[in-house]
């Protein structure tokens, strides 16, 4: 009896041990796994942040978080004068009707357009074109007698809609000139119609608040579709066709424009800079 109970007590240690030594293996078999998932994860993770474990390219800049810009000073004029000039006259008249040459230029409009016929234009009586802004309604009247070239390819862009939506990129507040530039439908101070418009100042020319004149390059017959309101002074040469004059309610409209300021951003030169407040030309309409 003895040798049987021992027996069974030694059949079930060897039992224990054979189930233990399973145990460890199937321990030892988890434990493995484990690591390989645990390195399979870490590598999937460093390939992520890494690019597949090469070096990372340079990351873009990240943006900075939005901060209020520094405020622009605004530049003003310190007094506008409050006479207006008088409408210049030509020294001899011109003939009741006059030939006009609107050579294509090399550069391509800013807003498709076609220039005017050039021939028997009209060099008698005025035209009264209103340039309706943001900011309000400025009348023109443009004089035929004055500059009939330029009055009839300023009423020719007008009808096509070539002013419409438009800004006024430029303004001047310094004493000798004030004025508000406007005519480039890219806003960016050198578009034009993709023609050119003849010069027609003469030696007698002055100009000063209330007149409308021609931008050009400073090379002759240059003119294109940009063009100037002087509002106040205007100590400039006879070199800028002047072709019409500036309603006392649309100079009204011109100086509060002026008086909000503009950002300095052509300063020294050309002088001036972007209104303070974006003055744009909705529409162009010709009466």
């Known amino acids: 009896m003895r040798r049987e109970a021992a027996k069974r007590k030694l059949e079930r240690q060897q039992q224990r041990r054979v189930e233990q030594t399973k145990r460890r293996q199937r321990v030892a078999i988890i434990t493995s796994a484990s690591v390989v998932v645990v390195v399979v994860v870490a590598v999937v993770l460093l390939s992520t942040l890494t690019g597949g474990g090469t070096t990372p390219p340079a990351a873009a800049p990240t943006a900075a978080p ?9 530049v003003v004029p310190a007094a506008i004068p409050s006479a207006i000039a008088p409408l210049p006259k030509r020294p001899t008249p011109l003939p009741a009707s006059v030939s006009c040459e609107y050579a294509p230029e090399s550069q391509p409009a800013a807003k498709p357009v076609q220039p005017p016929t050039g021939t028997g234009v009209s060099a008698t009586g005025t ?16 004089d ?16 096509q809609g070539y002013f419409d939506s438009t800004s006024c990129h430029r303004l001047t507040t310094d004493p ?3 004025v508000l530039q406007c005519g480039d439908p890219s806003g960016s101070g ?33 003119g294109g579709s940009q063009f100037f309101m ?16 500036i309603s006392p309610e649309g100079l009204s409209v011109v100086d509060a424009i002026a008086t909000r300021g503009h950002n300095g951003a052509f300063d020294p030169s050309p002088g001036g800079g972007e209104p303070i407040e974006p003055v744009t030309i909705e529409k162009a309409t010709v009466s």
């Open 190 to 222: 050198s578009g034009g119609p993709g023609y050119t418009v003849p010069d027609e100042y003469f030696p007698e020319l002055t100009y000063g608040r209330g007149i409308l004149a021609m931008a050009n390059t400073g090379q002759p017959n240059s």
């Open 144 to 159: 035929k007698a004055l500059a009939p070239c330029t009055v009839n390819s300023m009423v020719s862009l007008a009808q």
């Open 230 to 245: 002087v509002y106040g002074d205007g100590q400039l040469p006879p070199k800028y066709t002047a072709f019409g004059s």
């Open 127 to 142: 035209t009264t074109v209103t340039l309706q802004t943001n900011s309000g309604a400025i009348p023109l009247t443009l």
């Open 176 to 178: 000798g000139l004030q």
């Open 66 to 74: 939005p901060t209020s810009a520094a405020p622009v000073t605004p």
